[in-house]
Each structure stands twice: as C-alpha cells, then as structure tokens.
C-alpha cells in the first residue's frame, strides 16, 4: 500500500531553516505529482508547493514563495520541502500527499 513518511520538522527560531523529507513507498514515485501541504492550529489544510514527476514544474502558495523549495530525488523515492527565512505563522503540521494518500505529518514550530 501507499506509505509516506515525514521527518525533519522541530522547532526553529524565526529567519531559521529547516528541510522536511519525506519518503514514499507503494507506488511508481516517478511518476506522480508530490504535494507538500500544511495544517496550522485553528486553521484548514493548505496546499504549500507540489512538483511535477520530473521536476520541471513547480508551484507555491504566496505566502512562502521565494522562502521554500520543493525539489525530488526519484531514484530515493523521497521529495523534500526546503524552508528557510521561517517566519512565526509558519507553524503548522506538515503533510506530505501523492497517489490519494497522506502521510502522517511533521511538526513544525516557529519560535523565539
């Protein structure tokens, strides 16, 4: 079955970095759109960034645009959310979703 793990999420102090990975299992990797989403308390899911199966395109929500980036290595079976310049409302569980599913989640928590 289709399995994705998240990891790299903590806690950072603002203008800080942090990458997210997350692996995928279950399914041709290769061939699908990877999508990074996030939840913050209160808040409904958002759509952060996703990319295309070779990495030609991707796209972001304006509000991490030129902050994030969303990249893929296919032959790992893992695409990753770089973040860096985080900023306090950036704090929210980060899902990893592609094929229908989603995976568990990675804190992230910004603060000073």
């Known amino acids: 079955q289709v399995q994705l793990v998240e990891s790299g999420g903590g806690l950072v102090q603002p203008g800080g970095s942090l990458r997210l990975s997350c692996s995928a299992s279950g399914f041709a990797f290769s061939n699908y759109f990877m999508y990074w989403y996030r939840q913050a308390p209160g808040k409904e899911r958002e759509l952060v960034a996703h990319?295309?199966?070779?990495?030609?395109?991707?796209n972001y929500a304006g509000s991490v645009k030129g902050r994030f980036t969303i990249s893929r290595v296919n032959a790992k079976n893992t695409v990753y959310l770089q973040m860096n310049n985080l900023k306090l409302e950036d704090t929210a569980v980060y899902y990893c979703?592609?094929?229908?599913?989603w995976g568990q989640g990675t804190q992230v928590t910004v603060a000073s």
């Open positions: 979703k592609a094929a229908g599913a």
């Open positions: 990319i295309s199966p070779g990495s030609r395109d991707t």
